[in-house]
């Protein structure tokens, strides 16, 4: 074994077994690389699952519905905020044909592997891909038609400086469009109530979650107003993402053969559970939202 596997070896032990890893979100991605749960594209994305059959196709159909809801078009400069590997612009880019993507994200090895799969497929010109936060855009006031956030949003420190940056960049009438992962309401079954607290604080704990973005769908639409946004429509796709999701993964198994050893280990463990109970925490919401 060389040093660069032991040392990822050790790296994926602390993050999956250590309550207190310390890892911060890019450290998070860089483990995880390119392990996307997609076979072709690079996504990043649990999926949106309606009338499709694979993960490729379910992850396409999140960006797509996202694109859809902010009703993306020819004369939008779209800003995308937690872009992963960038196959979601790439597919905007072809079509909806936006004016023009700009990008950002912080993790500088995704930046770099999304820059390459944006040149091999000729569109640099179209697709701007950038590093930088959510949570203080380089970008220009009232310069943005459409601000998307494709499952990235519960990351970022915080969600509610996001909201208030997206609507700075925004111009008047824009778009603001997440998808987004939130915690369940609290069940009085005290049973439920302890299935839904460690569901959420795994994947809260793994993938960084800050507490300040705990909160329902109620709060997200006070968050969103008080940022100044309008005809905030929020709701819960949930049932179209985590079950259908997870009997697929338990049917091909695909996914968990392509894993480290370890999260391989965990990963079976979760499939043979069923989605009830490992994603009893996790609600899923698609929102909308505009700046007067
Ligand atoms: C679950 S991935 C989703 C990636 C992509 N949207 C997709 O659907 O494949 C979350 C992404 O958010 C990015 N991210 C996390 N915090 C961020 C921040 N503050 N600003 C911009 N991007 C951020 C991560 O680097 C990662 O690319």
């Known amino acids: 074994m060389s040093d660069n596997t032991i040392d990822r070896f050790f790296r994926y032990l602390n993050w999956l077994f250590n309550p207190f890893h310390g890892l911060k979100t890019t450290e998070v991605y860089d483990l995880i690389g390119t392990s996307s749960l997609t076979e072709n594209a690079l996504y990043l994305n649990l999926g949106y699952w309606r009338d499709v059959e694979t993960i490729d196709e379910a992850s396409e159909e999140l960006a797509l519905l996202v694109a859809k809801r902010g009703g993306m078009g020819p004369d939008d400069t779209v800003l995308d905020c937690g872009y992963g590997f ?36 000729g569109l640099e010109k179209s697709i701007d891909l950038r590093e930088g936060s959510a949570t203080e855009m380089p970008i220009e006031n009232e310069s943005i038609d459409l601000v998307v956030s494709v499952e990235s949003a519960f990351h970022y420190r915080t969600r509610e400086d996001f909201f208030k940056e997206a609507f700075r960049v925004l111009r008047p009438g824009g778009r603001l469009v997440t998808a987004d992962i939130l915690p369940t309401k609290n069940s009085d079954n005290l049973f439920r109530r302890m299935e839904q607290w460690i569901s959420w604080n795994l994947v809260a704990g793994k993938f960084n ?77 698609l929102s909308y939202s505009e700046k007067p």
């Open 209 to 285: 979650i800050p507490h300040e973005n705990y909160y329902e769908i109620p709060s997200y639409n006070d968050k969103l107003s008080k940022a100044g946004f309008v005809n905030i429509d929020i709701k819960s796709i949930r049932d179209d993402v985590y079950t259908p999701l997870h009997e697929y993964l338990s049917k091909t198994q695909t996914f968990v053969n392509k894993l480290h050893p370890l999260p391989k280990f965990l990963a079976k463990l979760s499939l043979n559970r069923p989605a009830d109970n490992v994603y009893a925490g996790l609600d899923y919401i």
């Open 86 to 121: 960038g196959d979601q612009d790439i597919l905007w880019a072809r079509k909806m044909k936006p004016e023009k993507i700009i990008g950002l994200n912080i993790t500088k090895s995704q930046v770099k592997r999304a820059r390459m799969n944006v040149a091999d497929a």
